[in-house]
């Protein structure tokens, strides 16, 4: 069954340093979304892209935070530098076009840890 | 920003038993999402209502909306140890923008 591919799966960094996690949405979804959950609450969506355009990324940090998606396949969530705030697991989704209502299929996730 | 609340925050009960969750939300919406979430993993879905629907059924699953209260439900019938879990509901709005609430809980007793 095909899947949401996150890497890595855990970082440790220190702050200031900078980050990048790797998302491969599953093969012909249009649709990949970058999720920050901080523990004990619920998904908090970054950015969103259909195809390699950014249709939402008004919750993205625009300072600290990059996304991109260049060929609409794979994408990148860059964090520089990074904050103590910044301790999460971010999750990366992705959906259909020809899905029905926007379910989205979930990456294991990265969980980074700023120190 | 988070739409959707879900109650209680946290819920333990007898395997066996049957869970309920609850979930309140606040503008139109197109469709709720049910998700499930392992410690430490990735959100599963479960289970999709439409704005038109109230009610749909998925095995042991159970949803319901009401959208004059802006609500939804989910009941897990005969629990099992492996439900143990954290549960969020998901609302799409008109705009297409998924909000996730902050979940619920629920702990499977054996």
């Known amino acids: 069954e095909a899947e949401v591919a996150q890497s890595p799966r855990y970082k440790i960094t220190e702050k200031s340093q900078a980050v990048a996690f790797w998302c491969d949405p599953i093969?012909?979804?249009?649709?990949l979304y970058w999720y920050r959950q901080i523990l004990g609450q619920g998904p908090e969506l970054l950015v969103q892209?259909?195809?390699?355009?950014?249709v939402d990324d008004s919750q993205l940090p625009k300072d600290r935070f990059s996304a991109e998606r260049l060929k609409g396949v794979d994408s990148t969530l860059k964090i520089q530098p990074a904050e103590l705030g910044d301790s999460a697991m971010y999750l990366c989704?992705?959906?259909?076009?020809w899905g029905e209502g926007n379910e989205q299929f979930f990456g294991p996730g990265t969980r980074l840890t700023v120190l | 920003s988070q739409q959707g609340e879900e109650d209680p925050q946290a819920l333990s009960i007898q395997e066996g038993e049957n869970a309920t969750m609850n979930c309140s939300y606040k503008?139109?919406?197109?469709?709720l999402q049910w998700y499930r979430q392992n410690s430490g993993r990735g959100l599963v879905h479960l289970i999709l209502?439409?704005?038109?629907?109230r009610e749909k059924h998925s095995g042991r699953l159970r949803v319901t909306l009401d959208t004059s209260k802006k609500s939804s439900s989910l009941l897990i019938t005969a629990s099992r140890a492996a439900d143990t879990a954290s549960y969020f509901c998901?609302?799409?709005?008109?705009?297409?923008?998924?909000?996730f609430g902050k979940g619920t809980r629920l702990h499977i007793l054996p």
């Open positions: 989704a992705s959906s259909s076009r």
């Open positions: 093969s012909g979804h249009a649709t």
């Open positions: 892209f259909q195809d390699e355009s950014v």
């Open positions: 503008t139109s919406i197109n469709n």
């Open positions: 209502i439409r704005s038109n629907e």
């Open positions: 998901a609302t799409v709005r008109r705009d297409d923008k998924i909000i």
